[in-house]
């Protein structure tokens, strides 16, 4: 059984995420800083389903402490799935961004990626198996109005992505990304109606949760062993 690690796995579409990959046969860890209670929640869910999870909760923007809780859970078996799914937005126009809406966002996106991954990659190389997915945003491949720090984060693990896709390539371990347009989760509750989106969105509609871990769930599995260093966006048609 192989083992997964979702960041972020208690909200909207990391939820998604964690139920389909603990569908399809993977040991979850569900990964809360926090709202420990509510990935709790959603592992006794998958359990009660039939499914294996287990709730883990750290600070990705803090080093130390990602990094001790990683090494202790690979210490006897690596962790050969990992979504990077964890991601806040803190919006402002540029002129009127602060530093600490600029460096609050980049660290959760862009260095807790480092902070998690890092650790993790040594044991995906040594088992010649892995996958690396992250979850960014059409906002890293479009930009978006009001948004330049979570754009800029976003985009940023869009070059991360392909880099250590070439590091990786020739050791069985693949590296993704999957970059959601307008998905219907509480993040866009308040800013998005229906005639909003239908305006924006060519398919009229808002994408589930459940489509984005859809593509998570292939690009983890064994039938995506040639598909790496790819920025591939579920949104309805946007772009």
Same mark, same amino acid.
């Given at each position: 059984?192989?083992?997964?690690?979702?960041?972020?796995?208690?909200?909207?579409?990391?939820?998604?995420?964690?139920?389909?990959?603990?569908?399809?046969?993977?040991?979850?860890?569900?990964?809360?800083?926090?709202?420990?209670?509510?990935?709790?929640?959603?592992?006794?869910?998958?359990?009660?389903?039939?499914?294996?999870?287990?709730?883990?909760?750290?600070?990705?923007?803090?080093?130390?402490?990602?990094?001790?809780?990683?090494?202790?859970?690979?210490?006897?078996?690596?962790?050969?799935?990992?979504?990077?799914?964890?991601?806040?937005?803190?919006?402002? +126009?540029?002129?009127?961004?602060?530093?600490?809406?600029?460096?609050?966002?980049?660290?959760?996106?862009?260095?807790?990626?480092?902070?998690?991954?890092?650790?993790?990659?040594?044991?995906?190389?040594?088992?010649?198996?892995?996958?690396?997915?992250?979850?960014?945003?059409?906002?890293?491949?479009?930009?978006?109005?009001?948004?330049?720090?979570?754009?800029?984060?976003?985009?940023?693990?869009?070059?991360?992505?392909?880099?250590?896709?070439?590091?990786?390539?020739?050791?069985?371990?693949? +590296?993704?990304?999957?970059?959601?347009?307008?998905?219907?989760?509480?993040?866009?509750?308040?800013?998005?109606?229906?005639?909003?989106?239908?305006?924006?969105?060519?398919?009229?509609?808002?994408?589930?949760?459940?489509?984005?871990?859809?593509? +998570?769930?292939?690009?983890?599995?064994?039938?995506?062993?040639?598909?790496?260093?790819?920025?591939?966006?579920?949104?309805?048609?946007?772009?």
């Amino acid at each position: 059984m192989k083992r997964a690690l979702v960041t972020g796995g208690s909200g909207g579409i990391g939820s998604a995420i964690c139920r389909r990959l603990a569908a399809d046969g993977c040991y979850v860890y569900i990964h809360a800083n926090r709202n420990l209670a509510k990935a709790q929640a959603l592992a006794d869910e998958i359990k009660a389903g039939g499914g294996q999870a287990e709730a883990i909760a750290f600070d990705v923007t803090d080093a130390d402490a990602s990094r001790a809780a990683l090494e202790a859970l690979i210490a006897d078996t690596p962790i050969q799935v990992l979504v990077n799914n964890a991601g806040i937005h803190d919006d402002a +126009v540029f002129p009127g961004m602060s530093a600490a809406q600029w460096h609050g966002v980049l660290d959760v996106s862009l260095s807790g990626f480092f902070n998690v991954t890092q650790p993790l990659t040594m044991a995906m190389i040594r088992s010649r198996w892995g996958r690396v997915i992250n979850v960014t945003s059409i906002a890293g491949i479009t930009g978006n109005r009001g948004q330049v720090n979570y754009s800029a984060a976003k985009g940023a693990l869009h070059a991360a992505t392909k880099s250590l896709s070439l590091e990786l390539a020739s050791r069985g371990v693949t +590296v993704n990304a999957v970059a959601p347009g307008i998905i219907q989760t509480d993040m866009i509750d308040g800013v998005f109606d229906a005639q909003a989106i239908a305006g924006m969105v060519p398919m009229k509609r808002a994408g589930r949760p459940e489509e984005v871990a859809d593509l +998570v769930g292939f690009l983890a599995s064994e039938q995506a062993s040639y598909i790496s260093g790819q920025i591939i966006s579920v949104n309805g048609g946007m772009i």
